[in-house]
């Protein structure tokens, strides 16, 4: 499957339509096509390919096996859901940040760790998690979030995207545990006004904090008088997801500078890919480390699932 799927590779990467094309060989498999969107082109590349292209761009292949399988299950799920909530859409998937990234060079990955990749997939193949509470007949696909490091404690989808997905929050005594989730960064009221589009800022204060202890919502106090409120994730946006790395951060006020102490790297929904290293070096399989992040979630195989929820793809 995989040796004829690197076939299919090749003409992935010769794509050149603003349209989408169909690269499934005539004696390929039924398999999900997923259309994802790498530019202005719409590439429909088979399931398993794509996260191919998916997993080397969301996760270092040197980090644990266990740790790979319970990404590559949620990547599979996430676009899988995104393909049944996009039917009425030209493409399904984003090859960016937007949704998770694609990189086409990787679908033809070759390197130190091609071996492990293969494994991860063919192990983990056409596993996905499902909402709670449903027969499998019926079942919807989680949208299996994920994020870099919970700083400690997972959110919510609707203290992010006021969005209510079945997803809990839950606890990782480990994080933050990247160097790089521990973090400061400086704004000075100029450089806040133009972001913000706000001229004339007098003060900014959190106002409320969401039950994992992030920040809620903050509020901008103005020199007239007015006053600007912001949803914290919208608050984040505007200064710079990768300036501002997580709403779990401190305000504090110096020589008229905002300094912004935050810990924790991503919206925090989801799973924890730091923390699901952790779980991995501690020797939980990826079964385990999903259930941890996911407890309502239940694994299936695709191939149990009627095709009308991928429908069209086949
Ligand atoms: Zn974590």
Redesign the pocket.
Known sequence: MIIRLCVVLAFVIQAQAATPVDLTLPDSELTPLVRVRVKNKILKVPLESYLMGVLPSEMSLSWPLEALKAQAVAARSFVLSQMQRRQSSNFDVESTHLDQVFRVEHLNYAGPYRKKLLQVLQETKGEVLLEPQKNVSASQIQKTYFHS????S?ETSFYVWRTQEPLLQVQ?S??P?SQHSKWEIKFSLKTLEEKLNLPGIKSLQVTTKTPSGRNGTILVLLNNGDKELFLADTFRKRLGFNKVKSTYFDLALQNGDYVFSGRGHGHGVGM?Q??ARVLAQQGLEYKKILTHYFPLSRLENIKNIERPLYAGKL
């Open positions: 490091d919970c700083g400690g997972t990782d480990s994080c545990v924890c730091w923390g």
